[in-house]
């Protein structure tokens, strides 16, 4: 992962853990279950057909399907596998337009 621009150590820390856990919960797809309960809670991020459609979606879920999303309380929870990645490098370059990139690479194991 790379941060370009301005960034002070928490945000450095704040933006790798947000960063990671969308790489990993990106490869994943959820399980199916509770979707009485979570579909009405996407809503925000779209249409939630949709939204339950590509979340369900096991084509590109090369970490595998789990239960991806919780519904503790009135909010949604994500719950990515990250124990599953097994290395991560943060570059920080200093000027530009602030911003992340990030790459993801199989390990042969």
């Given at each position: 992962?790379?941060?370009?621009?301005?960034?002070?150590?928490?945000?450095?820390?704040?933006?790798?853990?947000?960063?990671?856990?969308?790489?990993?919960?990106?490869?994943?797809?959820?399980?199916?279950?509770?979707?009485?309960?979570?579909?009405?809670?996407?809503?925000?991020?779209?249409?939630?057909?949709e939204m339950?459609?590509?979340?369900?979606?096991?084509?590109?879920?090369?970490?595998g399907?789990?239960?991806?999303?919780?519904?503790?309380?009135?909010?949604?929870?994500?719950?990515?596998?990250?124990?599953?990645?097994?290395?991560?490098?943060?570059?920080?370059?200093?000027?530009?337009?602030?911003?992340?990139?990030?790459?993801?690479?199989?390990?042969?194991?």
């Open positions: 992962m790379t941060l370009t621009g301005s960034w002070t150590g928490t945000q450095i820390a704040g933006a790798t853990k947000s960063m990671l856990d969308g790489l990993v919960s990106a490869l994943h797809c959820h399980d199916g279950s509770n979707p009485d309960v979570l579909r009405p809670r996407l809503t925000a991020s779209g249409d939630p057909s339950w459609h590509m979340l369900c979606d096991s084509s590109t879920a090369v970490l399907r789990r239960t991806l999303i919780r519904a503790p309380g009135s909010r949604l929870a994500w719950n990515p596998a990250d124990h599953l990645c097994t290395a991560f490098r943060v570059r920080v370059r200093s000027g530009g337009t602030r911003g992340i990139s990030a790459v993801v690479r199989a390990v042969p194991g």
